[in-house]
């Protein structure tokens, strides 16, 4: 369930989830749309990357940007908003569901960019 402005409500286990390793990451997680993104940055005081800029139907990052950014070991999670995955990030979504883990973590589907199917 959303919260303000249909950011996400973060629960106290998504919070540890996050928190685990987080100085490991450049990003301790990506998710669509930056009001996703602030709930989480604002729950755990560490950087989430916006994809799709406000609203998430901007291509960027790229896939090929994103791609780099998860081989490099920037980013953790993947977290799927709300809705699903994001407009204008259909092929960077979709490749993040085929390549790796997914895990839900008190309701909320993250993907494990660190552990590959």
């Keep these: 369930m959303g919260g303000l402005l249909n950011g996400a409500s973060v629960s106290a286990k998504a919070k540890a ?3 685990a390793d987080a100085d490991a990451y450049t990003w301790v997680a990506a998710t669509v749309g930056a009001q996703n993104a602030a709930s989480y940055q604002l729950a755990t005081e560490k950087p989430v990357m916006a994809i799709g800029g406000f609203n998430g139907s ?5 896939l090929a940007q994103f791609k780099q950014y ?7 999670y993947f977290i799927e908003a709300g809705g699903g995955f994001g407009g204008g990030n259909s092929a960077l979504s979709t490749w993040v569901a085929a390549t790796f883990e997914k895990v839900t973590v008190d309701g909320a589907t993250f993907y494990d960019l660190t552990a590959r199917k």
Aim: glycine content about 6%; charged content about 20%.
């Design 17 to 19: 989830a996050l928190l």
């Design 58 to 62: 901007d291509p960027a990052p790229t």
């Design 70 to 76: 998860v081989a490099e070991g920037k980013i953790h």
